[in-house]
């Protein structure tokens, strides 16, 4: 049964770069199956897909987030990243990472990690 | 890519059936039969329920099912139990590896 567990600071100031890390175990990053994604929850609200990286390197974002979102992998490593720049308090979230099937479904979830930008 | 459309609530007797509609476009929902749906419980991550419309994952009750008209989605929940009180969310594949959401429903059980 695959695991997935979000890593990084809870609280980041305005203006500076959010950054997470998911570490996969239990399950290789590198199966040609599974993309690797990460979507957030503002608190009190919905979801958000943020963007999809396949274990070659292949990124996909979401439109309204691109000019300012990385995800990167390290398949050595078996996990994946998220960078998020010019962050505001709008991008205060539960932010998750997740396992998804080709077509967008999200079968594995990690906990989630409150992210708080706040100076 | 805009945020899938559905109630903001639901509600339904302990035994009842409950549908919850999610409403896309011609882009995402209309286009393709990759639709998932997501339970989600007060402080934990939401849980595959639904995907490609109307297949369960292994361990989903029979009681969820799925459906697709058009540009819409829907959500069954049959016989509903106390435990199936959570928000539930769409979400759909939109093209170019890329997904969008819906907003997401809170599911009252009376």
């Known amino acids: 049964q695959v695991q997935l567990q979000e890593s990084g600071p809870g609280l980041v100031k305005p203006s500076e770069t959010l950054s997470l890390t998911c570490t996969v175990s239990?399950?290789?990053?590198?199966?040609?199956?599974?993309?690797w994604g990460w979507i957030r929850q503002p608190p009190g609200k919905g979801l958000e897909w943020i963007g999809t990286?396949?274990?070659?390197?292949?990124?996909y974002y979401n439109p309204s987030l691109k000019s300012r979102v990385t995800i990167s992998v390290d398949t050595s490593k078996n996990h994946f990243s998220l960078k998020l720049r010019s962050v505001t308090a709008a991008d205060t979230a539960v932010y998750y990472c997740?396992?998804?099937?080709?077509?967008?479904?999200?079968?594995?979830w990690g906990q989630g990690t409150l992210v708080t930008v706040s100076s | 890519q805009s945020a899938l459309t559905q109630p903001p609530s639901a509600s339904g007797s302990p035994g009842q059936s409950v549908t919850i509609s999610c409403t896309g476009t011609g882009s995402d929902v209309g286009s393709y039969n990759h639709v998932s749906w997501y339970q989600q419980h007060p402080g934990k991550a939401p849980k595959l329920i639904i995907y490609?419309?109307?297949k369960r994952p292994s361990g989903v009750p029979d009681r969820f099912s799925g459906s697709k008209s058009g540009n819409t989605a829907s959500l069954t929940v049959s016989g509903l139990q106390a435990e199936d009180e959570a928000d539930y969310y769409c979400?759909?594949?939109?093209?170019?590896?890329?997904?969008?959401f819906g907003g997401g429903t809170k599911l009252t059980v009376l």
């Open positions: 997740a396992r998804l099937g080709a077509w967008g479904s999200a079968g594995d």
């Open positions: 990286i396949y274990y070659s390197g292949s990124t």
């Open positions: 979400n759909s594949y939109a093209g170019s590896n890329t997904v969008v």
């Open positions: 239990g399950g290789s990053i590198s199966s040609s199956n599974y993309y």
């Open positions: 490609d419309v109307n």
